[in-house]
């Protein structure tokens, strides 16, 4: 597995916006956009990619693993 597979990664359609909207909560906010989910998606998880290599290469440690804390279970239960 590598480092990006650890983060959430959502993409979600925004009313405001009329597009679809990535970020990767503990890593980057909203960050890239398109009328494509998975173009969207794509794109978000290259940015992701990018930001974990940089922090690497400076020497800063990566933020605190997303993934494994069953965010869909919950999710589907507060909807």
Same mark, same amino acid.
């Given at each position: 597995?590598?480092? &990006?597979?650890k983060y959430l990664k959502?993409? !979600?359609?925004?009313?405001?916006? %009329?597009?679809?909207?990535? %970020? ?12 494509? !989910?998975? %173009? ?16 690497? %290469? ?11 804390q069953d965010v869909a279970?919950?999710? &589907?239960?507060?909807?």
């Amino acid at each position: 597995m590598n480092d &990006s597979a650890k983060y959430l990664k959502i993409v !979600e359609w925004s009313d405001e916006d %009329q597009c679809f909207v990535g %970020q990767c909560p503990g890593v980057i906010g909203p960050c890239c956009h398109g009328d494509d !989910e998975k %173009q969207v998606y794509a794109a978000l998880c290259e940015i992701v990619d990018e930001w974990l290599t940089l922090w690497k %290469q400076e020497g800063k440690p990566l933020p605190p693993p997303t993934y494994g804390q069953d965010v869909a279970e919950y999710l &589907s239960k507060v909807a």
